[in-house]
């Protein structure tokens, strides 16, 4: 049970789509960003393990070209957006920072 905690809505569902633009957030005291991939919605703090900076190139832009790996910005990192594992990049093997968060097929929401 989670007395005590909050939970903030994040977006429409149906907002989320898959391979789509992802939406940022405020969680925790940081900045989260949410994605829809495999058909499930994924969360991680909008911070690259590799200089702690943002990832999205525009804002809400997270993935490559062919919507299929969350790419940073600023070096070109790329992450499994299903894990957060970066597999390729200055960061390799390290992993963006999960973040909880649960759609009801309404919302999505974060604990906060
Ligand atoms: S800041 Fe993300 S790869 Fe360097």
Request: charged share 25%; net charge negative.
């Amino acid at each position: 049970m989670n007395a005590g905690r909050r939970s903030a809505r994040v977006a429409s569902s149906s907002s989320l789509v898959e391979g789509g633009r992802g939406v940022r957030f405020e969680s925790g005291g940081g900045l989260c960003f949410a994605l829809r991939v495999e058909g499930r919605v994924v969360a991680y703090r909008n911070e690259c393990p590799h200089t702690g900076g943002e990832l999205d190139w525009n804002e809400g832009d997270f993935l490559d070209a062919e919507g299929r790996l969350i790419v940073c910005a600023t070096h070109g990192a790329l992450f499994e957006p299903s894990s957060g594992r970066c597999v390729s990049g200055p960061c390799r093997g390290a992993s963006l920072e999960p973040v909880a968060v649960r759609d009801d097929g309404e919302s999505v929401v974060a604990a906060e």
